[in-house]
């Protein structure tokens, strides 16, 4: 019988997070929730509390920290809040595995301190990648973690590498092949999208997300920092990550071999089978995802991206190949104008532009600590911050 695992969820009352309870319920024999944490909804976490009765959980507010603890009170569940909160979580001693899904640059030093403690991480939170780079690898080869990739791409080209390979051997592998869906304007201008609104850019044709990641897919900016996230998990140099436009998100990712062969792996377009496969991983456990109808699927259809109509995915190749900071001041400047979008205070094409703006002013610096990422965070926050006209206070960094 397979050992019972103890999970810690950052991220629990998001899509991914509800996606992993999901699978976990499915599975009470194998897994056991041993903390949640979430930032500041603390009416969803106590119904998390009560049903998934976890020895912590965390609220990022504090605010909110002490709505949950009168709400448990008597439950058995200690509460703690703030950044310390989450790291508490992180690194609980019970917990081997941890489920990285805090959307944004606010999950980096939670994930980094589960490198250090050398848990097996599960990661979502593709953001604290990207910014983290260098920082977060070592991090995890310090700490004698194991990093399995959650988000489907990565997880479809892990389960196509051969296997147990921790960095692509360029011997046998030539290229890795993102898939991406083009997101729900990938058939219209570039210019035509000044006045699109924050619901009709969320209106992802096949996955159902966050807010935020939604319209990271579509500008395309999910892609690119998937193309970051591709070479930090994969020891993958740039010339070796393609992406291309597969709008109907059934094929996940491929891997082409020396040889000719290209391996793909397919699935229905649903986060509980990247999850179930990382939780099990090296085993394989139901998900409740349906199975895959092949005969009555629409046509699979490929094609090259236009990074005309799509400025944010060569921005995130731009940033890849000035490495250092480049990467996480664009990650940091594209979660400012996300925000901003999505509270009414920006236009839609105002991403790609402050974006773009930010890279433009960074000076792109070794990041050696949390600190020198926390700096270079708010560095690029502010300048973010400026292109857009918000005033500097506004945009929340990965401390706040
Ligand atoms: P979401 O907005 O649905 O959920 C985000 C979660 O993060 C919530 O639980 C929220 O409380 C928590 N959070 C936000 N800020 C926090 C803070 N400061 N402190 C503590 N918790 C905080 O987002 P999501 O769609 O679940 O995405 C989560 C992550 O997974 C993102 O990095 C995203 O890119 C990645 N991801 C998501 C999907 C998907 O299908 N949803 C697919 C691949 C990757
Ligand atoms: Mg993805």
Request: hydrophobic share 50%.
């Amino acid at each position: 019988m397979t050992a019972q695992r103890t999970l810690a969820l950052l991220g629990a009352t998001g899509s991914i997070g509800a996606s992993t309870l999901d699978v976990v319920a499915r599975h009470p024999e194998r897994y056991r929730v041993g903390a949640l944490a979430a930032r500041r909804n603390w009416q969803a976490m106590a119904t998390l509390c009560r049903r998934f009765r976890p020895q912590l959980a965390a609220m990022h507010d504090a605010v909110a920290a002490r709505e949950l603890a009168r709400a448990l009170a008597g439950t058995g569940t200690e509460v703690v809040a703030g950044d310390e909160g989450l790291v508490a979580v992180a690194t609980l001693t019970a917990a081997d595995t941890v489920l990285a899904a805090i959307v944004g640059g606010a999950g980096l030093a939670s994930t980094l301190a589960a490198a250090h403690a050398g848990k097996r991480i599960l990661l979502a939170n593709k953001e604290a990648l990207v910014m983290g780079g260098e920082l977060f690898m070592d991090a995890v080869r310090a700490g004698g973690a194991t990093l399995l990739p959650i988000d489907s791409e990565h997880n479809a080209i892990f389960q196509c590498l051969p296997p147990h390979t921790a960095a692509l051997d360029a011997r046998a592998v030539q290229r890795i092949i993102l898939t991406a869906s083009g997101g729900p304007f990938r058939e219209r201008a570039h210019a035509s999208l000044a006045h699109v609104t924050p619901d009709e850019a969320c209106a992802h044709p096949n996955w159902s997300m966050g807010r935020k990641i939604s319209v990271d897919s579509a500008t395309m900016m999910n892609k690119g920092l998937e193309v970051i996230e591709a070479h930090w998990l994969f020891g993958a140099p740039r010339a070796a990550i393609d992406v291309v436009i597969h709008p109907q998100s059934v094929v996940h990712s491929l891997v082409e071999y020396v040889d000719g062969s290209v391996l793909a792996q397919m699935s229905n377009p649903d986060m509980r089978t990247p999850i179930a496969h990382a939780l099990a991983y090296p085993e394989r456990i139901e998900s409740g995802v349906s199975p895959l109808a092949l005969a009555s699927l629409a046509p699979l259809t490929f094609a090259a991206p236009d990074l005309a109509r799509f400025p944010c995915l060569a921005l995130a190749y731009a940033a890849l190949d000035a490495g250092g900071s480049a990467a996480l001041a664009l990650s940091a400047a594209n979660e400012v104008a996300v925000g901003a979008f999505l509270a009414g205070r920006a236009g839609y094409l105002d991403i790609a532009r402050a974006c773009d703006a930010t890279l433009g002013r960074t000076t792109v610096t070794r990041v050696r600590s949390l600190d020198d990422a926390l700096a270079a965070d708010a560095a690029a926050r502010r300048d973010a911050c400026a292109v857009l006209g918000l005033p500097p206070t506004q945009m929340e960094g990965m401390a706040a």
